[in-house]
Protein backbone atom coordinates (compact mmCIF):
# COMPACT_ATOMS: atom_id res chain seq x y z
CA UNK A 1 0.00 0.00 0.00
CA UNK A 2 1.62 3.34 -0.88
CA UNK A 3 0.71 6.95 -1.76
CA UNK A 4 -2.56 9.00 -0.26
CA UNK A 5 -5.10 7.27 1.28
CA UNK A 6 -9.03 6.81 0.54
CA UNK A 7 -10.69 8.22 3.11
CA UNK A 8 -14.13 6.80 3.90
CA UNK A 9 -16.25 9.06 6.46
CA UNK A 10 -19.22 7.75 7.94
CA UNK A 11 -21.11 10.07 9.17
CA UNK A 12 -24.71 8.10 9.56
CA UNK A 13 -26.05 6.44 12.40
CA UNK A 14 -26.15 2.36 12.08
CA UNK A 15 -29.03 2.18 14.31
CA UNK A 16 -31.35 3.90 11.81
CA UNK A 17 -29.57 3.52 8.49
CA UNK A 18 -27.92 0.74 6.55
CA UNK A 19 -25.98 3.88 4.65
CA UNK A 20 -23.12 3.27 7.71
CA UNK A 21 -22.77 -0.66 7.13
CA UNK A 22 -22.65 0.12 3.53
CA UNK A 23 -19.97 2.61 3.98
CA UNK A 24 -17.63 0.14 6.28
CA UNK A 25 -18.52 -2.74 3.33
CA UNK A 26 -17.31 -0.58 0.31
CA UNK A 27 -14.05 0.92 2.58
CA UNK A 28 -13.24 -3.18 3.39
CA UNK A 29 -13.00 -3.51 -0.56
CA UNK A 30 -11.01 -0.78 -1.11
CA UNK A 31 -8.51 -2.71 1.51
CA UNK A 32 -8.54 -5.73 0.13
CA UNK A 33 -8.07 -4.25 -3.33
CA UNK A 34 -4.36 -3.44 -1.65
CA UNK A 35 -5.21 0.25 -1.00
CA UNK A 36 -4.44 2.18 1.91
CA UNK A 37 -7.88 3.50 3.48
CA UNK A 38 -8.69 5.76 6.10
CA UNK A 39 -11.63 5.19 8.37
CA UNK A 40 -13.27 8.21 10.25
CA UNK A 41 -16.57 8.51 12.16
CA UNK A 42 -18.55 11.14 13.07
CA UNK A 43 -21.49 11.78 14.65
CA UNK A 44 -24.05 9.17 15.47
CA UNK A 45 -21.46 6.83 13.02
CA UNK A 46 -19.65 5.81 16.66
CA UNK A 47 -21.95 3.21 17.28
CA UNK A 48 -20.70 1.33 14.42
CA UNK A 49 -18.33 0.12 17.78
CA UNK A 50 -21.26 -0.67 20.11
CA UNK A 51 -21.24 -3.85 21.63
CA UNK A 52 -24.82 -4.53 21.34
CA UNK A 53 -25.31 -4.98 17.61
CA UNK A 54 -28.65 -6.42 17.75
CA UNK A 55 -29.58 -2.53 18.00
CA UNK A 56 -27.99 -1.71 14.39
CA UNK A 57 -29.66 -1.98 11.09
CA UNK A 58 -27.58 -4.54 9.61
CA UNK A 59 -25.93 -5.56 13.20
CA UNK A 60 -24.58 -9.15 12.03
CA UNK A 61 -22.51 -7.83 9.18
CA UNK A 62 -21.38 -5.02 10.95
CA UNK A 63 -19.88 -7.61 13.41
CA UNK A 64 -18.45 -9.38 10.66
CA UNK A 65 -16.67 -6.57 9.12
CA UNK A 66 -15.16 -4.79 11.70
CA UNK A 67 -13.98 -8.30 12.93
CA UNK A 68 -12.17 -8.17 9.30
CA UNK A 69 -10.64 -4.73 10.02
CA UNK A 70 -9.57 -5.29 13.32
CA UNK A 71 -7.95 -8.46 12.20
CA UNK A 72 -6.21 -6.23 9.45
CA UNK A 73 -5.01 -3.70 11.95
CA UNK A 74 -7.48 -1.01 10.67
CA UNK A 75 -7.68 1.42 13.02
CA UNK A 76 -11.26 3.87 13.09
CA UNK A 77 -10.64 7.39 13.25
CA UNK A 78 -13.55 8.50 15.92
CA UNK A 79 -14.42 12.11 15.93
CA UNK A 80 -13.11 12.72 19.80
CA UNK A 81 -15.97 14.92 20.44
CA UNK A 82 -18.97 12.21 19.72
CA UNK A 83 -16.80 9.24 21.35
CA UNK A 84 -19.47 7.52 24.20
CA UNK A 85 -18.96 7.28 27.58
CA UNK A 86 -20.54 4.21 28.19
CA UNK A 87 -18.89 0.86 29.26
CA UNK A 88 -20.12 -1.39 26.52
CA UNK A 89 -18.86 1.01 23.36
CA UNK A 90 -15.49 -0.45 21.15
CA UNK A 91 -15.70 -3.45 24.15
CA UNK A 92 -13.61 -4.98 21.13
CA UNK A 93 -11.12 -2.79 21.85
CA UNK A 94 -10.63 -1.77 18.25
CA UNK A 95 -7.70 0.50 17.20
CA UNK A 96 -9.06 4.17 17.81
CA UNK A 97 -7.86 6.98 17.21
CA UNK A 98 -9.73 10.21 18.63
CA UNK A 99 -9.54 13.24 16.29
CA UNK A 100 -10.86 16.87 16.16
CA UNK A 101 -13.02 18.46 13.63
CA UNK A 102 -9.60 20.21 12.32
CA UNK A 103 -7.64 17.13 12.48
CA UNK A 104 -10.51 15.21 10.44
CA UNK A 105 -9.96 18.69 7.83
CA UNK A 106 -6.47 17.29 7.99
CA UNK A 107 -7.14 14.08 7.28
CA UNK A 108 -9.26 14.66 3.95
CA UNK A 109 -6.54 17.31 2.58
CA UNK A 110 -4.13 14.50 2.74
CA UNK A 111 -6.55 11.96 0.88
CA UNK A 112 -6.46 11.50 -2.71
CA UNK A 113 -10.34 10.56 -3.21
CA UNK A 114 -13.58 10.17 -0.56
CA UNK A 115 -16.14 8.07 0.07
CA UNK A 116 -18.90 9.70 2.27
CA UNK A 117 -21.93 8.75 4.32
Known amino acids: MSGS ?8 DPRTS ?6 MRIGVG ?3 G ?17 DDTDELVDGDDIAKFRASLRQLGVPFHVEASAI ?4 DWNIDKHPVVPVSR ?3 ADLMRGAR ?4 F
Open 102 to 104: EEI
Open 34 to 50: ENQVTFVLTDGAVHLLD
Open 113 to 116: SFIV
Open 18 to 23: HRAFEA
Open 84 to 87: PHAP
Open 5 to 12: PVLVLIAS
Open 30 to 32: VVA
